[in-house]
């Protein structure tokens, strides 16, 4: 017969393995052909945005735009990554139930099944009638 304490040790280690698998999660979501980079933890919080030095021709709404499909794409990517890991998580009802036990403040607050489609950014009051705005400096930042 194995030993309680030894198997509820073994069944914290894979639940901390599976833990740390999801703190490594990373997404990565591009726009306008690689220009705009964004990538994205678990929980979907932009860690690495990468704007190309040719962006700054276009409008900055349309940069905004970039970047909020950007984002999308890589939360989305991250979003599937975790649930393979809930998968797993949920395949052993032993580690499932030790999971349930952690608290929340102990697990990345991952959205674990599919979510609603984010919504589309409202786009800001300007520009109005067709009013262009001209770069600030020659990188146009």
Do not use: F
Not at 31 to 38: A, E, F
Not at 67 to 96: F, G, M, T, Y
Not at 98 to 126: F, G, H, I, K, Y
């Amino acid at each position: 017969m194995t030993d309680p304490g030894t198997a509820l040790d073994q069944l914290i280690e894979q639940a901390a393995r599976l833990r740390a698998r999801l703190v490594r999660i990373r997404g990565c979501g591009e726009s306008l052909d690689g220009q705009v980079r964004v990538e994205v933890d678990a929980e979907g919080d932009i860690v690495e945005l990468t704007l190309s030095s040719e962006l700054h021709a276009l409008h900055l709404q349309d940069v905004a735009t970039a970047v909020a499909d950007a984002h999308r794409k890589a939360r989305a990517q991250a979003r599937s990554l975790a649930a393979d890991v809930h998968r797993e998580l949920c395949a052993d009802p032993n580690i499932a139930a030790v999971a349930q036990r952690v608290t929340a403040a102990e697990w990345p607050s991952v959205p674990m099944n599919s979510a609603p489609p984010l919504p589309t950014p409202t786009p800001p009051p300007w520009p109005q009638g067709g009013e262009t705005y001209s770069p600030v400096s020659e990188s146009g930042w």
